[in-house]
């Protein structure tokens, strides 16, 4: 399809030089329609009204306006949203603050709860302006690179603009002065004018050739210097040193490669072709990978050394301990959580942060600053002191730091608070130590998040520490609002179960993203399981554009919405009518503006869905003739399904 003007109707095809501008409302018009409609610097966009400056308009980059506002929304919100991965306790937060980021540039972009979501942005903006403007402040070693590149290149712009202005001048001068002297000439001769002119016309071109100047090489030359500076710049800036990795074998020694022929390895190993050695690869390559391989897989047990084996694996890495007394605890008291523990650090310089055996032996805490500023180039780092105990423990891992070490290896004591646990270590901390040995009891780490709800399914030795543990998961997981509990099995025809609010906001209307759509829905009164997600992608990736779908138990949607979306020809159908409200819903939210996709829903028995609607419609297809369409039925009701086609 040819790019063309809303306005005008101008094609790319009928005007090859067109060129489409795009406002903030995110609708084109091509320049002549913007130079027309805004004439007076301000006017209206002809698609959606909103009042626009010609100042705000800029050239299209992209084909489709919708990419354009989405990356114009995405500027703008990533402004403020400016936080990074160090930011975070842990990666699970960073996660949910990406998956939240998205979401506000998915509302803006489809214009789907756009005073809310504008809202909340400011009540974030609000909440973190000293985190934000701090981080605006920073600039990363790529950006300050990039800026000096620019300003170098703006110095060099200008001066190639002066030497080219002080070139036109010099030879507007020099035509100046040839002109007069031939005047004169003219004047003055009582000759033949014709030789007068042809003798002033070589005068020229020989002036010409004397005043040619080898502007080039100097600009080249001036361009190779930035280059070089910035090179020198970068590398006094260099944080990080390759170190090439060294393969530790608890095996005997791998041969070379020089010596496998000698050893009989290639005896069985095809030669190569000549065009497999042209592109560098020789049949010693394979051979020794294989080598590498088989011998990375072995551990030489050396005699007497096998009890020390056993005993190493026995003392694995344990997470800190939580503090005796917090243990039975039914109402949560944060400062009963604070302890003081002594761990090793080192100081060491900015350059050998970047060794990657150095993450091993880090202290690594939620809410944990490990790395202190000492000076502008030496850090001092916590250690962990399950890990490290002598400096031996870090010579032995990290060789390459063993002065630094020596020098500065000490004990420091610091605070542990409420907030340096994870969710996991607190719940079990709390629970009697007979309750965590059952595996079949949720321990607090069997909870599912549906929008803002975290939804537990408790047994019943544990409903007496229902109340504590929603209280913690509000605390470490700030996008959840709402800790609810499961009461009972499903066992009502809606699949809806009854729910136990413990802790937060009692509102139970979420909003989640599943398979790139939005969901939106009351969990309270519909089934919605976030376990299945996998399920659901996995049977709409079958699908493809124009299939016929009949969904029997469609829920809200998570197969027919993304279906839809596809381009298949969805008929929707749940007895819950809490379940076709929100599918309508759903529907309407998800749906392109002015799409023409169409679709069907209803509030039937599955039976009767089955009998009325779903039998009729393949008939009328078959009727037609479109047997090439495929039909696909399904039937989300595990152990009642096949009971629908008596």
């Not at 090859?16 to 027309?36: D, I």
């Not at 504590?468 to 700030?478: E, G, S, W």
């Not at 939210?589 to 996709?597: E, F, M």
């Amino acid at each position: 399809m040819d790019i063309s003007c809303p306005q005008c109707q101008t094609t790319k095809y009928r005007n090859p030089k067109m060129k489409l501008m795009v406002s903030k409302c995110g609708h084109s018009l091509c320049e002549n329609c913007v130079e027309f409609k805004f004439s007076k610097g301000v006017g209206y966009c002809p698609t959606c009204k909103t009042e626009l400056k010609k100042s705000g308009f800029r050239y299209q980059i992209f084909e489709d306006a919708f990419v354009e506002l989405e990356v114009d929304i995405r500027k703008r919100i990533l402004k403020d949203f400016n936080r990074k991965e160090q930011d975070f306790e842990s990666l699970d937060a960073y996660n949910d603050y990406l998956e939240l980021l998205e979401t506000y540039i998915f509302n803006l972009t489809n214009k789907v709860d756009v005073e809310e979501t504008e809202r909340k942005i400011a009540e974030y903006k609000e909440a973190n302006k000293d985190i934000i403007n701090k981080n605006r402040g920073k600039l990363t070693n790529d950006e300050i690179f990039i800026e000096h590149l620019i300003e170098q290149e703006r110095t060099a712009e200008e001066m190639r603009r002066k030497v080219y202005e002080q070139e036109l001048q010099k030879e507007q001068e020099a035509k100046q002065r040839v002109k007069n002297d031939l005047m004169e000439a003219l004047l003055q001769t009582d000759g033949n004018v014709d030789q007068v002119l042809r003798r002033g016309i070589e005068d020229l071109e020989k002036k010409r050739k004397e005043d040619v100047q080898p502007i080039m090489p100097n600009m080249i030359k001036r361009e190779e210097d930035i280059l070089i500076s910035l090179t020198s710049d970068q590398n006094q800036q260099r944080l990080f040193e390759y170190i090439p990795p060294v393969y530790e074998h608890q095996g005997p020694p791998v041969p070379e490669k020089n010596d496998l022929e000698q050893l009989g390895y290639l005896d069985h190993v095809r030669q190569e072709r000549p065009v497999e050695r042209a592109g560098g690869y020789t049949r010693e390559y394979p051979c020794l990978r294989a080598i590498e391989e088989a011998f990375d897989m072995l551990l030489f047990v050396k005699e007497n050394s096998l009890i020390n084996i056993k005993q190493e694996a026995t003392q694995e890495n344990e997470p800190m301990e939580i503090p005796p007394s917090v243990k039975g605890m039914t109402e949560l008291n944060r400062d009963e959580f604070t302890q003081t523990i002594t761990v090793p650090y080192i100081n060491i310089p900015v350059e050998c942060m970047q060794s990657k055996q150095l993450k091993d032996i880090l202290l690594i805490l939620p809410s944990f600053k490990n790395v202190r500023d000492l000076e502008p180039r030496l850090k001092q780092i916590s250690l962990d002191p399950d890990v490290i105990q002598t400096k031996e423990d870090i010579i032995k891992r990290i060789p390459s730091i063993e002065e630094y070490v020596e020098q500065s290896f000490d004990f420091i004591q610091i605070i542990i608070t409420y907030a340096n646990y994870t969710i996991e270590q607190i719940i079990k901390g709390i629970l009697p130590d007979d309750l965590m040995k059952d595996k079949n009891v949720n321990n607090g780490s069997g909870y599912s998040l549906i929008g803002h709800i975290a939804h537990f399914n408790l047994r019943d030795d544990v409903l007496p520490y229902k109340h504590i543990i929603a209280q913690v998961v509000l605390d470490k997981l700030p996008h959840v609002k709402t800790v609810v509990n499961k009461l009972h099995e499903i066992d009502s025809v809606y699949r809806n179960f009854e729910l136990e609010i413990l802790a937060g906001d009692p509102n139970t209307i979420v909003k989640c993203r599943e398979s790139k759509a939005t969901f939106e829905f009351d969990f309270a009164k519909v089934y919605w399981n976030p376990r299945l997600s996998t399920e659901h992608e996995r049977i709409i990736e079958l699908l493809r554009p124009n299939d016929l779908v009949f969904d029997v138990c469609a829920g809200v949607g998570p197969f027919v919405v993304p279906a839809s979306k596809f381009g298949c020809l969805v008929y929707a159908n749940d007895i819950n009518p809490e379940c076709f409200k929100w599918m309508n819903v759903n529907f309407k939210r998800n749906q392109p503006k002015n799409s023409l996709r169409e679709y069907h829903l209803f509030n039937l028995d599955g039976r009767e869905f089955l009998r009325t609607i779903a039998l009729p419609q393949i008939e009328h297809y078959q009727k037609q003739g479109q047997l090439n369409i495929k039909i696909v039925i399904l039937m989300n009701l595990p152990g009642l399904a096949i009971t629908f086609l008596d």
